[in-house]
């Protein structure tokens, strides 16, 4: 089998997605159709936003789906007629088991971690705030439990301490466009052995990797610093970390934070949440008696700025953070 008899589907939505799309399209394999989400309401004037991969897709004069429901009739009579030999799944939704079995040579997805660590929705953002020093990707094919299928190949990279999630997430599209090339030709070669990942779990419970919500980005101030500023890493620059701002007793709002630092020691002992402003420099008390400093962060109503501009145009008397 060559690169030219292999009918590839490609299903996946937003950016991450896209560059490998692009390696396969630019690769000179045979893409037979793409899926993707269907359009959505986005922004104030709630004009159709097209993903990604769509706009990506439509430049190359792809075949291109958007189904609402995978297991519509149409879709599923539409996906056959295109007589894939491989599906290949990046940042997609569930597959039904219908649409993952079509294909002779079966489905593979890539995921943005090292399985089977960090089974689930948000891989990237749990690495970098639990502090991990590694990462990489995976690609698996798929089978009934989400993220569970045999692992076919792994690449990985650092976790540098300066990282934060959209670093990692760069980072990591690149080298899994890189990966998704070499297990499509090895698929061709076939010369695959897949592990399965209960090989790899040595009996203890996969580390979980569960969706992003507005809770989780909340700020607890009597965790340690080093935690929070994890946190803080593993959301930047989205959805990013947040607090409620105070100046004694009144609510100025939620401000979220894109870049903190640890530092040892303050002028003065600060409680969890305390603010401490010392010239062009904001300091938070932490819960291990740690401060940390914020370097950038966005105000209501404001874009996200270096703190130094953001204390030129505050008047805090007695700030903190709950």
């Not at 991969?53 to 995978?70: D, N, S, T, W, Y």
């Not at 105070?246 to 002028?267: M, P, Q, R, S, W």
Request: glycine fraction near 8%; aromatic fraction near 6%.
């Amino acid at each position: 089998m060559t690169k030219n008899d292999l009918r590839i589907v490609f299903l996946g939505t937003p950016d991450f997605a896209v560059e490998s799309l692009r390696r396969i399209v630019d690769g000179g394999y045979n893409v037979v159709g793409v899926v993707t989400m269907p359009d959505k309401p986005a922004g104030r004037g709630h004009k159709l936003y097209q993903s990604p991969v769509k706009e990506f897709a439509l430049a190359q004069g792809l075949h291109l789906m958007q189904p609402v429901r995978l297991k519509d009739p149409e879709f599923i009579e539409e996906l056959r007629s295109l007589e894939a030999d491989l599906f290949i799944v990046i940042a997609f939704r569930m597959l039904p088991e219908v649409v993952w079995t079509m294909p002779r040579l079966g489905t593979f997805n890539l995921h943005a971690s090292l399985l089977p660590r960090y089974r689930g929705a948000a891989p990237i953002n749990w690495a970098v705030i639990n502090g991990d020093t590694e990462t990489g990707v995976t690609t698996f094919f798929l089978k009934h439990e989400i993220d569970t299928g045999d692992i076919i190949a792994q690449e990985r990279i650092e976790i540098l301490p300066t990282d934060d999630v959209g670093h990692v997430h760069d980072k990591l599209m690149m080298l899994g466009a890189d990966l998704t090339i070499k297990t499509i030709d090895d698929i061709i070669a076939g010369t695959l052995s897949p592990i399965p990942q209960d090989r790899l779990t040595g009996g203890t419970e996969p580390t979980p990797a569960p969706k992003i919500f507005k809770e989780t980005c909340r700020i607890d101030w009597g965790a340690t610093a080093v935690t929070i500023h994890n946190l803080v890493r593993g959301l930047s620059p989205y959805p990013a970390a947040w607090s409620t701002l105070y100046d004694g007793e009144t609510e100025l709002g939620a401000v979220k934070i894109f870049e903190t630092k640890v530092t040892d020691t303050t002028d003065q002992a600060l409680r969890p949440g305390q603010i401490l402003i010392s010239g062009t420099t904001l300091s938070v008390g932490t819960g291990d008696g740690k401060a940390l400093e914020i370097l950038s962060l966005q105000a209501p109503g404001k874009r996200r700025m270096p703190v130094a501009d953001f204390l030129r145009g505050s008047r805090l008397s007695a700030p903190c953070f709950r």
